[in-house]
């Protein structure tokens, strides 16, 4: 990351640097305060000032008013380290407090932006960026940290729930909880101030429209809260992404100078399965006259095609070679002279309630129910009952060894390609490195974590899903270089919450598309997009990019240094990409394997040659 943060302490004496920004620019990346009694430096925004400052007083100062980092240490000096629950918005924050001779660092829930640590005898350094850390040369890469990695069990998640990194001699600052560093005793705690279940809102109804509305509300709150600056919106037709555009025009019109919104969209001529997306994206811009509508041609922009690209990223994540189309949206949008783009990511999990509740009968007893329930849904997609009993009920409720099957669970998880599924092993993972680091346990315990919550089935799954959102790999390895802001209005905790609370109580109907957002856009919304029952996939942009992309993607496995590191076996690798280039019938599990592989692939490939 070319911007950030950082600071270095040593003894009594702490640096502060800003890189790749000025920290005085208002509503910049990175605002810094200092006063005689410390500093903060923030990385980000804070969003719901007007809540927090009121909550402050009459006390609160112009530049608190103005700069979110000094608004942070408001906060802290009023409330000390709890008071880091206070703060709402897309950042990280460090508190230099020289009274105490200690530093607090902290990220937001869904930490947005990265924060590392690192402590040797000489000093302790907290940093956005593993570059401004000590000791940048001497690093060995944590294989734990790899295992775990190739052992996870859902799509997009971007950092595991721990404070381990991808290096050894560096830990990161986990979202949801302050680190407390006191620079007298050389001690470093971590003191959690965020709980999702105590976060969660339980809705006064069932019912979609009393729910509706205050969806409605929330959501206007987050795009407003979210719209600064020269605002774009990623548009692609679908219900989210157009309900945030449409609500973001709403806002820059009610500004005292009003302005105009920016909308960015892929454009599908050529590709069957994705030309249909162009009349749900005029059908949108339709209700947004006052846009600028940028559309942008997409059928060459094919997954796998990001190994041209070369992302500065600190650690690895499942979509490193998947950014062909977000770089072009983001090029677009800071060709455009946009500060801030807004996107519909994280509506699916919020509005969105998959029939879990079946599962959650049959654990109770109540088979019948259930077996009711599967037939109401099943007449919404293929008639199956049985199928969808199993999904929904029977799965959920199996002990974790045989979600794969019993053949996966008797091999310890090591079976074919085509039989890939939740647990098991990809067949090019080392033998002596799957034995000693127990990589099939470790996949196993990662889904036990599912089900935390101990409350209901879908409740397990939305927290699950909340981790997944952990994280902003595009926001600061694509984004931010380009002086962008990437922000997901949907994914705002205020949202979150009652997401969560309508997991208890809320059952959606068979056969509706995000009946709750739709209801609540109704008078904001086209005709067109609020009775789309289905977004199309992008399975062919996935199979003709890795056709496109197979000679590169195998020169890649074979320059790699995964073989001789004993992670891989390059050329069971290599037969399996052959064979996922040709259609071959891959499970989402598999596929999920094969970019774990291939993304850390590249990662250590970015990491020589900075080395040289």
């Not at 302790?124 to 850390?133: D, E, G, Q, R, Y």
């Not at 650690?315 to 770089?327: G, I, M």
């Not at 997944?468 to 209005?489: C, E, K, Q, S, T």
């Not at 109907?509 to 067109?528: F, I, N, Q, S």
Request: glycine share 8%; proline share 5%; hydrophobic share 45%.
């Amino acid at each position: 990351m070319n911007v950030g943060f950082s600071v270095l302490t040593s003894g009594s004496a702490v640096e502060i640097r800003c890189f790749g920004c000025d920290p005085s620019v208002a509503d910049g990346m990175v605002s810094l305060f200092q006063c005689a009694d410390g500093a903060a430096v923030l990385m980000g925004r804070l969003y719901y000032r007007a809540d927090l400052i009121g909550a402050l007083g009459d006390k609160a100062t112009a530049e608190q008013h103005r700069s979110h980092a000094a608004l942070a240490w408001a906060a802290y000096e009023r409330w000390d380290h709890p008071g880091m629950a206070r703060l709402e918005g897309d950042y990280c924050l460090v508190i230099w407090d020289r009274r105490r001779n200690r530093f607090i660092a902290t990220r937001d829930p869904l930490g947005r932006f990265p924060l590392f640590w690192s402590k040797d005898s000489k000093a302790i350094a907290v940093s956005t960026s593993f570059a401004a850390l000590p000791a940048s040369g001497s690093r060995t890469l944590d294989l734990d940290y790899v295992a775990d990695y190739l052992t996870r069990p859902l799509l997009g998640i971007q950092e595991p729930p721990s404070e381990s990194c991808v290096w050894k001699q560096i830990r990161r600052v986990v979202p949801g909880e302050a680190l407390i560093v006191d620079l007298n005793a050389g001690s470093a705690l971590r003191r959690p101030y965020w709980n999702w279940l105590e976060q969660m809102v339980e809705p006064p109804s069932d019912r979609t429209e009393e729910i509706a509305d205050d969806f409605a509300h929330r959501v206007r709150q987050a795009v407003m809260e979210r719209s600064h600056g020269t605002t774009g919106a990623h548009l692609s037709g679908g219900v989210d992404s157009t309900a945030v555009a449409v609500l973001a025009q709403e806002t820059l019109r009610s500004r005292p100078t009003p302005s105009s919104l920016h909308t960015f969209s892929l454009i599908y001529e050529h590709l069957a399965t994705l030309c249909g997306e162009t009349g749900y994206i005029d059908a949108a811009l339709h209700v947004l006259p006052d846009a600028v509508a940028h559309r942008i041609c997409a059928d060459t922009l094919l997954t796998y095609d990001a190994l041209r690209v070369e992302p500065d990223c600190d650690e690895p994540f499942a979509d490193l070679l998947d950014l062909s189309r977000d770089q072009a949206i983001l090029d677009a949008a800071a060709s455009s002279g946009v500060t801030t783009l807004l996107t519909g990511h994280g509506g699916d999990d919020v509005f969105d309630v998959p029939p879990y509740h079946i599962a959650d009968l049959l654990h109770s007893g109540a088979i019948r129910a259930a077996w009711r329930e599967a037939g109401r849904w099943s007449n919404a997609f293929d008639g199956n009952s049985w199928r969808a009993l199993y999904r929904y009920g029977l799965a959920p409720l199996m002990p974790v060894r045989l979600r794969a099957g019993l053949r996966a669970a008797l091999a310890g998880g090591a079976v074919g390609w085509q039989q890939q599924g939740l647990g098991t092993l990809a067949p090019w993972l080392a033998r002596p490195f799957a034995r000693e680091y127990h990589l099939y346990e470790r996949g196993l315990k990662q889904l036990r974590n599912v089900h935390a919550s101990g409350l209901t089935v879908g409740l397990d799954f939305a927290l699950a899903v909340l981790q997944a959102h952990v994280g902003n790999a595009r926001g600061w390895a694509l984004a931010i270089p380009r002086g962008v802001f990437l922000a997901h209005p949907l994914t705002d905790p205020r949202i979150l919450g009652l997401g969560l609370g309508i997991r208890l109580r809320y059952r959606q109907a068979p056969g509706t598309h995000k009946p709750l957002l739709t209801l609540a856009m109704r008078d904001v919304l086209p005709a067109a997009i609020r009775q789309r029952h289905s977004k199309c996939h992008f399975n062919e942009v996935h199979y003709r990019g890795l056709a496109h992309n197979l000679a590169n993607l195998e020169e890649l496995i074979q320059t790699s240094r995964a073989g001789e590191m004993g992670l891989f076996d390059c050329g069971v690798l290599t037969e399996c990409l052959r064979r996922a280039s040709l259609g071959d019938d891959v499970s989402p599990q598999g596929a999920l394997q094969l970019d774990l592989a291939l993304s850390l692939i590249k990662w250590l490939a970015l990491q020589e040659r900075l080395a040289t």
